[in-house]
């Protein structure tokens, strides 16, 4: 299917733990981002990257980690979940010189207990 | 680091009833944005302003970029049940592709 995809869609993991959340774009964009949003705080950026082998620390990058080895895929990893990541991940993606379109992916909802 | 208050926070109105938000920052933006989120899904963008000033149109919602730079404000007309919804402001600074997110305006239209 064309767009944003983000797997799984929902998780439940324990404390400690690694989690990888996946998401995949067909449309070649340059530039992807992780979100996260909670209650009470919006979308805060965790990570984004300009093309492939380049990434950026965003608003709250701690205890997560990414890598962009192919342009169309953007995992990101919880290194060993805390109950405080517990949050919906959005995916993002966007062209380079397309003004500020944004597409974002369905998100993930993390649970960790 | 940089912070974008959003109000109000949730208004109920009634079907036909306009609506206004504003979203200010504690320091300046070079872009503003205007996304609205449906349950369960990704935020999608209504308006982007790039310029202080700037009144921009889409459809029934037309959205400001505040003359400081640190302010935006979106009003929808003659709501309908399908604006029902969270509506986010997002500003980014020239040179960067981090965007800062408002905590959201939830809407809810009574019909």
């Known amino acids: 299917d064309a767009g944003i995809t983000q797997s799984p869609r929902y998780k439940i993991t324990e404390t400690g733990r690694q989690v990888t959340l996946m998401c995949h774009q067909t449309?070649?964009?340059?530039?992807m981002f992780w979100y996260r949003q909670d209650l009470g705080h919006g979308l805060r950026l965790i990570y984004y990257?300009?093309?492939?082998?380049?990434?950026d620390k965003g608003e709250v990058p701690d205890g997560y980690v990414v890598s962009r080895s192919k342009t169309e895929n953007f995992p990101l990893t919880l290194e060993s979940a805390t109950r405080s990541q517990t949050s919906v991940y959005f995916c993002?993606?966007?062209?380079?010189?397309?003004?500020?379109?944004?597409?974002f992916g369905p998100g993930t909802r993390l649970l960790v207990l | 680091g940089q912070q974008l208050n959003q109000s109000p926070q949730s208004m109920f109105i009634q079907e036909g009833e306009d609506v206004s938000m504003n979203c200010t920052s504690s320091?300046?933006?070079?872009?503003w944005l205007w996304y609205k989120q449906d349950p369960g899904e990704g935020p999608v963008l209504l308006i982007a302003?790039?310029?202080?000033?700037e009144l921009t149109s889409n459809g029934r919602l037309t959205a400001q970029f505040g003359i400081t730079r640190k302010d935006s404000f979106l009003n929808i007309s003659a709501s309908i049940p399908s604006d029902v919804g969270i509506y986010f402001c997002?500003?980014?600074?020239?040179?960067?592709?981090?965007?800062?997110f408002g905590t959201g305006t939830r809407l809810k239209v009574l019909a």
């Open positions: 993002a993606s966007r062209v380079d010189r397309e003004g500020e379109t944004q597409y």
């Open positions: 449309w070649s964009h340059s530039y």
């Open positions: 990257s300009a093309a492939a082998d380049i990434t």
């Open positions: 320091s300046i933006f070079n872009t």
């Open positions: 302003l790039y310029k202080a000033g």
């Open positions: 997002a500003g980014r600074t020239s040179g960067t592709y981090k965007y800062i």
